[in-house]
C-alpha cells in the first residue's frame, strides 16, 4: 500500500513546484506510453523502423515525438521527486537524480538521431537510408557515456523514493521497471517496452496528481491566465521555431 497520504502533505520543493512538477509526472509518462503503442506493430530494429516510417509516416512521427517530448518533459518531474527523496536521503536525491537527468539528456540526442534518420527516408528511401544507418551506426557520441545512467537512474531514483516513503514498495519497484526502456536510436517496441512505460505511469502519475492536490487550489482566474500564457507562449516558440 503506497503513502500517497504523506505524500500530499508533505513540504513541497521550490523548484519546480508542485504545479509544474506535477505536470510533468502526469503528462511525461503518459506521452512516452503512448508513442511507444503506437509503434507496437512495427519490428524491433532500425530497418524496420524506417521501413514503417517510409509506410506510415504520419503514425511514426506521431510515436517518435510522442516518446520524445515525454522524456524532456520528465526533467521537472524528476527534480520534483529528487527534491522530496532528498528531505531524507540526501546522497540518493542527488545521484538519483542527476543520472536521470543527464539519461534524458541522452534520450534527448537519440530522438535528434532518430529524427534524422527519418529524413533520409523522405530523401533517398527506406532501403538506402538503412545502410546509410546502418554503416554508421556504431560511430562515437559524447551520450554514449551516458547509456548506464539511462538505466542507472531510475534505479537509484526508486530505492530513494522507497526508503524515503515517497513510493510504496510496488510503485518504487514500477519505476525500477523503467531502466529495462530500450536505449539507442530507431528503436521499435517490445514487451519490456510497455512494461517500462506502464512502469512509469503506475509510479509517477498518482505522484504528479498528489501534488496537486497537496496545496491550496488557485483562483480560476490565476488558472485562465496562465493557460493563456502557456498557449501564446507555446504558439510563439513553434513559430520561430519553424522560422528556423
Request: with cysteine; net charge positive; charged share 10%.
Amino acid at each position: 500500500m503506497t503513502n500517497t497520504s504523506s505524500s500530499a502533505t508533505a513540504p513541497q520543493p521550490d523548484f519546480p513546484g508542485r504545479w509544474v512538477g506535477g505536470a510533468s509526472l502526469v503528462v511525461g509518462p503518459s506521452l512516452v506510453l503512448a508513442g511507444v503503442l503506437l509503434r507496437a506493430r512495427f519490428g524491433f530494429f532500425l530497418p524496420a523502423q524506417l521501413s514503417a516510417y517510409e509506410r506510415h509516416p504520419d503514425l511514426m512521427t506521431a510515436s517518435y515525438s510522442l516518446v520524445s517530448a515525454g522524456w524532456v518533459l520528465l526533467c521537472p518531474g524528476v527534480a520534483f521527486l529528487a527534491a522530496r527523496i532528498g528531505a531524507r536521503f540526501r546522497e540518493l536525491a542527488v545521484w538519483g537524480g542527476v543520472l536521470t537527468v543527464l539519461g534524458l539528456f541522452a534520450r534527448a540526442f537519440h530522438a535528434g538521431v532518430d529524427h534524422a534518420g527519418f529524413q533520409l527516408v523522405t530523401a533517398q528511401g527506406a532501403a538506402s537510408a538503412t545502410r546509410t544507418v546502418g554503416e554508421t551506426y556504431g560511430a562515437f557520441h559524447v551520450f554514449s557515456t551516458l547509456n548506464a545512467a539511462i538505466m542507472g537512474g531510475w534505479v537509484l531514483l526508486a530505492v530513494g523514493a522507497y526508503r524515503s516513503r515517497v513510493l510504496g514498495p510496488l510503485r518504487a519497484a514500477a519505476l525500477a521497471l523503467v531502466s529495462a526502456m530500450p536505449l539507442g536510436v530507431l528503436k521499435g517496441t517490445t514487451a519490456w517496452s510497455v512494461a517500462a512505460a506502464a512502469g512509469l505511469c503506475v509510479a509517477l502519475v498518482p505522484l504528479g496528481v498528489a501534488a496537486w492536490r497537496g496545496g491550496p487550489a488557485p483562483r480560476p482566474s490565476s488558472v485562465v491566465v496562465r493557460l493563456v500564457l502557456v498557449g501564446v507562449v507555446g504558439t510563439a516558440m513553434f513559430l520561430f521555431g519553424q522560422a528556423g
